[in-house]
Nanobody, 129 residues
Framework: HAQLVESGGESVQSGGSLTLSCVVS????????LAWFRQAPGKEREAVAG???????MYADSVKGRFTISQDNAENTLHLQMNNLKSGGTAIYYC???????????????????????WGQGTQVSVSS
């Protein structure tokens, strides 16, 4: 059974930077899609960034050019570098692991929450203006 543990969330001013981390254990991710999602109060969970085993990355339009997703295979850790944070970035950020590749071979796009079978508990990011 996989376990995902996020860290790095905190309060930051608009324009600031944060790096989130997610340690994945108990699951082989070589054929998985790894992703970050976020959920703001009163809103649906939305995809932020994804990465596959070939280091191909995907981003939501709202974060392109500001966020960078990466993975450290030696440490089984997923990272999300967030620069130039905006007030709309206030949310709980979750990491997730799918049972299939990011490519829509299972009929599910990388940004669909139902594609992912394991989730972390989330880490709070608060951006103040």
């Amino acid at each position: 059974h996989a376990q995902l543990v996020e860290s790095g969330g905190e309060s930051v001013q608009s324009g600031g930077s944060l790096t989130l981390s997610c340690v994945v254990s108990g699951y082989a991710t070589q054929t998985s899609c790894l992703a970050w999602f976020r959920q703001a109060p009163g809103k649906e969970r939305e995809a932020v960034a994804g990465i596959d085993s070939h280091e191909v990355t995907m981003y939501a339009d709202s974060v392109k050019g500001r966020f960078t997703i990466s993975q450290d295979n030696a440490e089984n850790t997923l990272h999300l570098q967030m620069n130039n944070l905006k007030s709309g970035g206030t949310a709980i950020y979750y990491c997730a692991v799918s049972g299939s590749r990011c490519a829509m071979l299972d009929g599910l796009p990388w940004g669909r929450p139902s594609k992912y079978i394991y989730w972390g508990q989330g880490t709070q990011v608060s951006v103040s203006s």
